[in-house]
């Protein structure tokens, strides 16, 4: 029987807090037990948390009664769900519940998706490094189905980052979360992030942006989620051409970029605009040279070489447009435990998107592409693909949809 | 002869920095000579001016000596130049002088296309004032050509916005430009902005974006003006959204909003998406009624009743997606006199890109929406478009290519 290898390269995991608090420096643990408190209470007061305790009760009945949470620090229940949903391998980020039940800890100190903002730095680090200490433990208890990304605060101390980086991959972690926004730094085309570039060439650990982190200029309005939801995909791509039009992937050939669950569609427009321009025409003559300057290709052929998109629960256009964004560089993703991930109904979700794409094109998307990236074991792997794996029939087969 | 009636959508208008100073409250005069001075020595410093000698020369001699900058303050000038170009009327935007080469001044303290940074609020109104006293005696010169926008810091004091939308509207101008950035100020779907709505859809002024405003987070590293001109396109984009999901239109049925400047290429799938939030669907389950509290119609409704996007210069992208953007909701423009502008070859490009399109589609986007839109008075221009107007052989006729 054939099976595919499914690697998911959007999913989160995180401890509940007490265990946090167990792997954080013992000199932040007051400032912890403060921060989780305000925290509590924060997502108590909530919006979302308020209105949606009906669709809380739907959630968790659909998934069996928790809501997938369990599996969030769990390793044995983890790969019981992965087993169930077909997936052999996973990529795993920080704050695994968004739902604001308050039950799961965030990151310490906002060091998760939301890292960069509103923390002084030596405690962005601390809630790091806790975060990094325990997943690296949870990466070891199943380490052939586990990509551990490790947080890294770059935008103050960039020689704690390095350090941290270094750490990360010591400590058996496949790659790093950067601040997706800036906030206050220096944007990522500075110079000064060198080092952090460079690190990370060295030990091939991927670098990662993941949305969430909203901007800093919303306020009181009406429809501040429905605009922020809006715009999500844009502030986590930002990352992208700042990275690429500065020249960091001709001076790193071999660093790897993903933008993490955020979509494709937006990307062929962005690289053929970036193309037109670096290229040259009309609308940029009065620019001169300004697009060459860093770059010696142009700029789509840097994202070809060294970016990916994690595009998890990839929608219709995300796989419409594959060619437009390359098959090599598309990876797909449940975003397990998160409730707009496609958890307890994943392999519903890929026969869905994947039903009428060949056979070779969904083998790069569903989990080659990430295998090759994060250099997996492949011997390791491909027995628990063969066993768990969807099948090709079941994948692309008539008669077995809905 | 069967000719279009041609209306430039984004073109821009202003006078020499003297004239600008006469046009100036009496009390800003000495400050308006000393950031004056200030702002020739940055242009000459800036990097793009330094470095695009080569291509301001070659750019005078192609348009015929100055590059269309006597037009940007020359009444008749103007409009030899519009009857060359086969335009019968236009829609006048500040800063007419991009280049950099210091002879024309941008509209006094920041208050043009990058208003809303930098200046303090009552400097920022004086130099908004005196552009548009400039601005209405130049329309005034050639009323039924000549649409006037009125510069119209919002950022601070609400009343005094709306008593000068109201001096526009009396001074004749035809609708108003908003800073396309809030920077620190709040958001535009604060409801502080109510009043500036209800004005303008009382006195029947469309309110206007255009692009220009950068974002105030970039540095000193490598490829800034490339990460700039990817992003242009979104930051003058970005207050559709917030106005569109705020309920802004939803309040005020007769508002009109244009993104100007800014092509077209990206709206339907920001259109799509919103639409799919509104809809309601997996994705977005757990915001439960975020996205339809404020809104009765679907976003692509409000669009197609109150948004235009004045895709000047369109690319070929932005025509191909006309039906999606919307035939009644696209406006075309030259951008005169800016360099990336068709001037003065506009009637070749106009051939260029609607040479296929059908001929009804045409009339809407090159002219007959512009005309609804901004309630011009056809009496006046039909002459004027049957003098000049390209005709309907000359753009879409076998062998008149090239």
């Keep these: 029987m054939d099976r595919y290898l499914v690697i998911s390269a959007d999913c989160h995991a995180g401890p509940p807090a007490e265990l946090y608090r167990d792997h954080l420096d013992e000199r932040f643990r007051d400032e912890f037990d403060r921060h989780q408190r305000s925290l509590v209470e924060l997502r108590q007061a909530q919006r979302v948390a308020r209105d949606n305790e009906e669709f809380r009760k739907g959630w968790e009945a659909e998934t069996g009664g928790d809501g997938g949470l369990t599996a969030a620090y769990d390793s044995d229940v983890r790969n019981g769900v992965l087993d169930q949903e077909g997936v052999a391998a996973e990529v795993l980020f920080p704050d695994a519940d968004v739902l604001g039940t308050g039950r ?62 270094h750490a990360a991959h010591e400590m058996g972690l496949g790659g790093i979360m950067i601040p997706t926004r800036w906030f206050d730094a220096p944007a990522y085309h500075d110079l000064r992030y060198e080092p952090v570039w460079q690190a990370c060439e060295e030990l091939g650990m991927p670098i990662h942006t993941h949305s969430g982190a909203g901007p800093a200029d919303y306020g009181d309005g009406p429809g501040v989620m429905a605009i922020y939801t809006t715009e999500a995909y844009w502030w986590a791509a930002r990352p992208l051409w700042v990275l690429l039009w500065s020249g960091v992937f001709e001076r790193h050939p071999g660093l790897k970029y993903v933008c993490a669950e955020n979509g494709a569609w937006w990307a062929p427009d962005i690289l053929h605009k970036s193309d037109e321009k670096w290229t040259g025409g009309h609308n940029t003559a009065k620019f001169g040279n300004l697009f060459r300057e860093h770059l010696k290709m142009k700029p789509s052929d840097y994202f070809h070489r060294n970016c990916y998109l994690a595009a998890s629960t990839p929608g219709v256009e995300d796989i419409a ?73 079941e994948v692309h087969g008539a008669g077995v949809g809905g």
Excluded at 107 to 132: M, R, V, W, Y
Excluded at 134 to 142: E, G, K, N, T
Excluded at 342 to 361: A, C, G, M, Q, Y
């Design 104 to 165: 799961i800890a965030a990151s310490p100190f906002g060091s998760g998706l939301g890292g960069g903002a509103g923390h002084a730095p030596e405690k962005a680090l601390a809630g790091a490094q806790a975060h990094n200490r325990w997943l690296a433990d949870f990466v070891a208890q199943s380490s052939e189905r586990r990509i551990g990304i490790a947080l890294v605060p770059i935008l103050h101390d960039i020689d704690a980052a390095v350090e941290e980086i």
């Design 321 to 393: 447009r594959r060619y437009d964004v390359g098959i090599g560089n598309l990876l797909w993703g449940n975003d397990l435990p998160h409730p707009e991930g496609t958890f307890p109904h994943t392999r519903k979700w890929i026969r869905e998107r994947f039903h009428d794409v060949p056979v070779d094109e969904t083998r790069r998307i569903l989990g080659e592409n990430a295998a090759d990236l994060y250099r997996l074991d492949r011997d390791a792997l491909t027995p628990i693909a063969d066993r768990i794996g969807p099948t090709v029939e």
